[in-house]
């Protein structure tokens, strides 16, 4: 089955909810820090997430009171993490870790996220790549308004 065919909604493993049990399970980001609720929509090359934890007075990356609309990137970031998550189990694999090394083009739309009632959507497109490192475009959105956007340069396997 290729990639591409599998449901939107659906584990790769057949049938699982790709939710935050799945998403914890396959990226390195573990409880308060794991910042995605679900998995809306996925294919070969692009991905989207829910995220409620902008809300959160606990949320760790909250300061002064407030979530930064530049702390959007993180959520994004864990996006382009579970894409790869997905994309290595479908082909038997599992995902390298990922490493941040650029952020290209960065907008932001708002100047915070915490006052924002809707949920938050994290939505990735990975434009190019190899084993080595991939390009994203990327977005933030909510209520239909995008709230930051830019691209991703990640490294893989590089020492941290």
């Known amino acids: ?17 790709l939710d935050r049990r799945w998403i914890e399970a396959h990226i390195p980001h573990q409880g308060p820090m794991c910042l995605l609720e679900e998995v809306l929509t996925w294919d070969a090359t692009r ?28 959520y994004a970031g864990q996006a382009m993490a579970v894409h ?4 290595a189990s479908m082909s038997g694999g599992r995902a390298r870790p990922g490493y941040l090394a650029s952020l ?32 994203y475009q990327f977005a933030v959105s909510s209520a239909g308004h995008e709230l930051l956007s830019g691209r991703a ?7 941290g």
């Open 104 to 135: 290209r083009s960065l907008v932001l739309h708002v100047t915070r996220l915490d006052d924002l009632p809707e949920d938050l959507i994290a939505s990735a497109e990975r434009l190019a790549g190899d084993d080595g490192t991939a390009l």
């Open 47 to 74: 991905i989207r997430c829910r995220a409620t934890s902008h809300r959160l007075a606990s949320n760790p990356l909250r300061a002064g009171g407030r979530l930064g609309a530049v702390c959007g990137v993180e």
């Open 1 to 17: 089955m290729s990639l591409s065919a599998t449901p939107f909604n659906r584990g790769p493993a057949g049938g699982e909810p």
């Open 84 to 87: 790869g998550a997905i994309v």
């Open 153 to 159: 340069g990640i490294v893989f396997g590089a020492v």
